[in-house]
């Protein structure tokens, strides 16, 4: 009894792995899957990171099958999974085209404490990161990858955001600030309702003078966007691309909830950015909403 009690206790507070998901989610996501929007130019190989040193969200799992199965289905790319950080080291970290931070959160290169070989280790496989996207790679993040190494400043104007906060847990409506973007045609130029964790991000981060702006809570609302820390009038975005050096850079908010991983709106949004990261898409990066 004590320990099936500390177990949920554990899984509540995101410290144990959910699993695999269920077949009939699995389904769900395999039936909202969209075709990719081009071709990709060449083979492309992704790396999708989901290592925790925090919060653990229940949907990884889930994340991990769809983006999976979503490079299978469009032919966009092929996906490796990991949690084995090792896999920044530059001779790993060159095979691939891109990088994909599943709902990551933490300091997730750091080693154990006190031991001065892991700052070491720490510095370097940040070091390496930064150079796969100034160097042309991509680099993509869903929902928690803003909740990862909120102090390393370079992560955060790579990533975009520094999390703080998720006032909003709720239906909530998406506007659709950029419907001409290619990331966002697929929308048809249109707002969308969808219930996840919505964020709020730190204001040195996150801002529209910085990076393309594409999906934000929609100000008309009030009774939503008063309820954020930065007042009614504030922006709340929640997708967003850049560029970073010679690489791309696309990041959703959305994520938290397993449903989000088989809502077809979403996914045509995922596929997206991915390809825009991937170099297949081209779109307009320049900062502004």
């Known amino acids: 009894m004590i320990r099936n009690t500390l177990i949920a206790i554990m899984a509540l507070s995101g410290l144990v792995k959910a699993g695999p998901p269920k077949p009939a989610d699995v389904a769900k996501i395999e039936a909202a899957l969209p075709n990719a929007p081009v071709k990709a130019k060449k083979p492309r190989k992704v790396l999708l990171f989901s290592k925790t040193a925090g919060f653990r969200h229940g949907s990884i799992e889930t994340g991990v099958v769809c983006l999976t199965k979503l490079g299978e289905k469009t032919g966009a790319f092929s996906a490796d999974h990991t949690e084995d950080d090792s896999f920044f080291e530059k001779d790993k970290l060159s095979q691939y085209d891109a990088v994909i931070f599943v709902n990551t959160t ?4 750091k080693g154990k404490k006190g031991q001065p070989q892991d700052k ?16 042309g790679g991509g680099l993509a ?25 998720h006032p909003w847990h709720m239906d909530v409506p998406i506007k659709n600030l950029a419907p001409k973007n290619s ?17 709020q991000f730190r204001q040195d981060t996150a801002q529209a003078s910085d990076r393309k702006i594409l999906l934000a809570l929609d100000n008309d609302k009030k009774e939503i ?4 820390k ?3 009038d504030a922006m709340y975005p ?6 970073y050096g010679d690489g791309r850079i696309y ?5 938290h909830r397993n449903e989000i991983w088989w809502n077809e709106t979403v996914l045509k949004h995922y596929i997206r950015g991915i390809q825009y990261v991937l170099g297949d898409l081209d779109a307009d990066a320049t900062p502004g909403k």
């Open 183 to 199: 990331i966002n045609l697929d929308l048809e130029g249109a707002d969308f309702l969808v219930k996840d964790e919505i964020y």
């Open 106 to 109: 933490g300091e997730v290169f």
């Open 230 to 232: 930065y007042g009614a």
């Open 251 to 255: 990041y959703c908010s959305l994520g």
């Open 141 to 165: 993040g869903m929902h928690s990858a803003t909740d990862t190494y909120k102090n390393w400043k370079e992560f955060n104007d790579m990533m975009g955001g520094a999390f703080a906060g």
């Open 225 to 228: 966007t008063k309820r954020g």
């Open 120 to 135: 070491d280790r720490e510095a370097r496989l940040k070091q390496n990161l930064v150079d796969f996207v100034k160097g």
């Open 238 to 243: 929640i997708s967003w691309i850049d560029t």
